[in-house]
T-cell receptor, first 113, second 112 residues
């Protein structure tokens, strides 16, 4: 199936731990994103990479570090997890051209205890 | 960060009714998108609008790109139970320089 897939779907961890979320797309897109959805369902962009190059970096704590080994993968590493990091994190991809909407993965629900 | 104002925040309707929701911005966008999110899943694209005044349909869904480029509307006709979910508008100024900004969402509940 052609899709944006991210793992794990659920992640429960304790404060202070370091964790990673992986994302892969097989749509042939050149741009990938990480969005955060809070408990009120607000969707907010965190990062965007185009061909492995960081192009959008919102005001996200530097405990969050995205890594793009190639244009089909964008991983998110989070250091020293805090309670406020609990949210659903969505990966998305698109082509960096007109009329190329974002396609989203099914999300990773992160719970920090 | 910027968010688009979406209304209503939630709707509770009976099966068969028509639904209207809208999204407004203080600034101009050149792309408007409408997504639906089911529980436990990611947003799925419903309709994409790329031109001011454009009216586009996808089955029972119709969306319009406002003439001022500061708003968009989504209508659902003859609602059915599987229309339940959260509907998000999203706007973008430029595909190569600007991020896609999401609305605050409209939660739709359909009763049989």
């Amino acid at each position: 199936d052609t899709a944006v897939s991210q793992t794990p779907k659920y992640l429960v961890t304790q404060m202070g731990n370091d964790k990673s979320i992986k994302c892969e797309q097989n749509l042939g897109h050149d741009t990938m994103y990480w969005y955060k959805q809070d408990s009120k369902k607000f969707l907010k962009i965190m990062f965007s990479y185009n061909n492995k190059e960081l192009i959008i970096n919102e005001t996200v704590p530097n405990r969050f570090s995205p890594k793009s080994p190639d244009k089909a993968h964008l991983n998110l590493h989070i250091n020293s997890l805090e309670l406020g990091d609990s949210a659903v994190y969505f990966c998305a991809s698109s082509r960096r051209q007109e009329r190329s909407p974002l396609h989203f993965g099914n999300g990773t629900r992160l719970t920090v205890t | 960060g910027q968010q688009l104002n979406q209304s209503p925040q939630s709707m509770f309707i009976q099966e068969g009714e028509d639904v209207s929701m809208n999204c407004t911005s203080s600034s101009i966008f050149n792309t408007w998108l409408w997504y639906k999110q089911d529980p436990g899943e990611g947003p799925v694209l419903l309709i994409a609008l790329y031109k001011a005044g454009e009216l586009t349909s996808n089955g029972r869904l119709t969306a319009q790109f406002g003439i001022t480029r500061k708003d968009s509307f989504l209508n659902i006709s003859a609602s059915i139970p599987s229309d339940v979910g959260i509907y998000f508008c999203a706007g973008q100024k430029s595909y190569n320089t600007d991020k896609l900004i999401f609305g605050t969402g409209t939660r739709l509940q359909v009763f049989p």
